[in-house]
């Protein structure tokens, strides 16, 4: 009788922990479901920030963009497609990091230059996301380390697009310059020397458009922070989250430069 309720005990301990291991397993199975999901909605809002920084890069920058090939563009983010490309010096890029030492070429004669940025930092993240696959079932299926290089890169860019000026030292891209500063280093380059009366003649601070207290424009550096936030979720979700290393060594990991 006592070796019989010994089997009896034995049995439904393993019953128990087979049970148990069943449903961590179907638990674990839902989480990774969850967080694939929630990583295509921190896709889903990436490109929406994307959309809205090429509008706001264009109207800052309405020279250094293509009208014939914006809607060919916004119907690549609005419709999940890879297809566009653009041709540099009559051979098509292919990579994204192509693409982005075409947008930071210092030479003043690149054409389209919003375009061959924000086509890049499409690529970039249509590649992380691995959207040619579809819809991914679990977090089982995206690479940790593809979105540490993404984080890098957005990092990056961002100090970039902000600091990065071509031969002539003039500003690749204007983003948090006010129109006045604008002005007023190009009047600087001529060889006018500043003063307070030169200053009251900039043609945005005459005009009463701006003034030379209004803040910096920080809406682009904003939307590229939302953007690294979404990138750093979904990190998150599949494992660690990049470290927040020196700028230097975040330089080091981005080939592009």
């Not at 500063?181 to 030169?198: A, D, I, Y």
């Not at 424009?217 to 660690?240: T, Y």
Request: a neutral charge.
């Amino acid at each position: 009788m006592t070796k019989y309720l010994a089997y009896l005990l034995l049995f439904f301990t393993l019953f128990f922990f087979i049970g148990c291991a069943g449903r961590q397993e179907k638990v674990n199975e839902i989480l990774q479901s969850h967080g694939a999901t929630q990583m295509h909605r921190d896709y889903q809002r990436i490109i929406e920030l994307l959309t809205t920084y090429k509008e706001k890069l264009d109207a800052r920058n309405p020279s250094s963009y293509s009208k014939g090939q914006q809607n060919y563009i916004y119907n690549e983010l609005k419709y999940n497609k890879n297809t566009i490309r653009i041709k540099h010096n009559n051979h098509y890029l292919k990579s994204y990091d192509d693409y982005f030492r075409v947008a930071f070429d210092k030479n003043i004669d690149i054409p389209d230059r919003n375009d061959f940025l924000i086509i890049g930092l499409y690529k970039l993240i249509w590649d992380t996301y691995e959207i040619e696959k579809g819809h991914q079932i679990t977090t089982l299926s995206y690479h940790q380390d593809e979105f540490k290089r993404l984080y890098y890169y957005l990092e990056v860019l961002k100090w970039k697009i902000k600091t990065a000026k071509d031969k002539n030292d003039n500003y690749l891209f204007l983003t948090w310059q006010n129109n006045w500063q604008v002005e007023l280093q190009q009047k600087m380059k001529l060889g006018t020397k500043p003063s307070w009366e030169m200053i009251e003649n900039l043609g945005f601070i005459k005009m009463h458009k701006e003034s030379i207290l209004d803040p910096s424009n920080f809406n682009f550096e904003i939307l590229l922070s939302q953007m690294i936030f979404h990138v750093k979720n979904s990190a998150r979700i599949i494992g660690d989250e990049p470290l927040d290393i020196g700028l230097e060594a975040m330089i080091s990991l981005v080939l592009f430069l």
